[in-house]
């Protein structure tokens, strides 16, 4: 009797439909959301001469540097920044005590 109600209970995995494909603007079936990786694929380009395939080298190279720079740039910017913070809270602080002093002096 138990072998009957557990197997009434559990049934068959259901098959998702095929689905329907949707067709973009152009005409070409899309992929479903779920199949599309996430990476870019670029279509093949001819190149017999070797001229793209340079400029994308130099291109790399080029913003290689730039995030290099600009990282760089970014770590300049914060040390001055607190160097010139130091320096002026410094002279405001000296400036301050000075001015407190002559207060002394003159009250006295």
Known sequence: ?????????VSPAVKPASGIQMLD??????QPAATKSSAKTYPFIPDPGGEILLLA???ATDLEEWK???????ISKA????????AFYTARSEEH???????RIISY
């Open 25 to 30: 603007i152009l005409g070409t079936i899309s």
């Open 79 to 86: 040390e001055l920044t607190a160097l010139a913070r130091l």
């Open 1 to 9: 009797m138990q072998t009957t109600m557990l197997s009434a209970a």
């Open 68 to 74: 290099a720079l600009d990282a760089s740039i970014s």
């Open 97 to 103: 005590t000075s001015e407190l002093q002559s207060r």
């Open 57 to 59: 080298d130099q291109f």
